[in-house]
């Protein structure tokens, strides 16, 4: 059995920050911070959040160095969450996009295409937009659909050379286990394999699960390490195993404490407890409306 080490972060530098966010914004976000004004009704600020946000983002970058050096898999348990925070603002609790800037690190590290999956109950709006017209991050979510904040629906596929690198599967309210690991094995594992991506990044958001009370999905515990473990198994076959986490959303503490807990244990190589997953039928019609989009790019089964 694998050992779970303890990695201190570090604080990221303005230069890192500026991977994906404008220097205006940046300033912009220390400025608020300071006078304590918040950057939207979601995203207040008080004075130590502009050098929180530093430690959050120089944590998923920390995350990404550990699998370049030694670890197979890490995990950044950090907040403020990053993947609603665009290029020129801040928005949903998110200052800084953690995973996108962690994603750009990779790249200066030399590990040229990245695979971002965001299982995190919203769209990752922010992270879409950094990359929407660059092919060399595939960009893969799953997300409650209607919801906070909007965007994601099945056509924003990217543009220009982007074009076939954003993948969204929007999900109806009171999707369970089964729907997300149907939409992780047929639409996910395929388009990932296919790319062969160098690095694997998660933003690892557990308010898809049952209860949380910012969304209205039913994940299980057991459902979230199902997803781990076909997220390493990508890893495994294209990138090493080299993944790297970063926490987003997950507001029922307890159930997000849990459902961190069985990620890392399928990190370290534990096996989820295998059940049978049948998608209900709504599902099994979004799934395919997603392929018959996203078949232009990728092959489907
Ligand atoms: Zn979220």
């Known amino acids: 059995m694998a050992r779970l080490e ?59 160095n550990a699998v370049l050096d030694k670890a197979d898999s890490s995990f950044a348990l950090v907040r403020p969450p990053g993947h609603h925070a665009e290029p020129d603002r801040g928005m949903g609790f998110c200052i800084f996009n953690n995973i996108a800037i962690a994603a750009r690190h990779a790249q200066k590290k030399g590990k040229k295409r990245v695979l971002i999956v ?37 056509d924003e596929v990217g543009s ?22 149907a939409a992780f094995e047929e639409i996910l594992v395929p388009s990932a394999l296919e790319f062969r ?13 049952a209860g ?13 390490a199902e997803l781990a473990y076909i997220v ?18 997950g507001y029922d503490l307890k159930l997000l404490a849990h459902s961190v807990s069985a990620i890392l244990e399928v990190f370290l190589g534990k096996e989820p407890e295998k059940k049978e997953y049948i998608p209900s039928t709504r599902i099994r019609e979004r799934l395919d409306e997603v392929k018959k989009v996203q078949s232009e790019f990728w092959r489907f089964r």
């Open 212 to 224: 949380d009370g910012l969304a209205g999905m039913k994940m299980s515990v057991n459902g979230f």
């Open 232 to 249: 390493r198994s990508i890893a495994k076959e294209t990138s090493d195993g080299r993944i790297a986490a970063a926490l987003e959303g």
């Open 118 to 154: 965001d299982w995190d109950v919203h769209h990752g709006n922010g992270t879409q937009e950094a990359f929407y017209d660059d092919p060399s991050v595939l960009y893969f979510s799953t997300h409650q659909y209607p919801h906070y904040p909007g965007t994601g629906w099945l």
């Open 6 to 64: 303890l990695i201190e972060p570090v604080y990221a530098e303005s230069n890192e920050i500026e991977y994906i966010h404008t220097p205006e914004y940046i300033e912009k976000a220390r400025r608020y911070a300071q006078r304590e004004i918040p950057l939207d009704p979601d995203t207040v600020l008080c004075k130590d959040s502009f050098n929180v946000a530093l430690l959050a983002a120089g944590g998923a970058i920390t995350a990404v």
């Open 160 to 181: 220009g050379d982007g074009k076939g690198y954003n993948i969204n599967v929007p999900l109806p309210a009171g999707t369970d286990d089964a729907g997300f690991i």
């Open 197 to 209: 991506p160098d690095i694997v990044l998660i933003s690892a958001g557990q308010d898809a699960g």
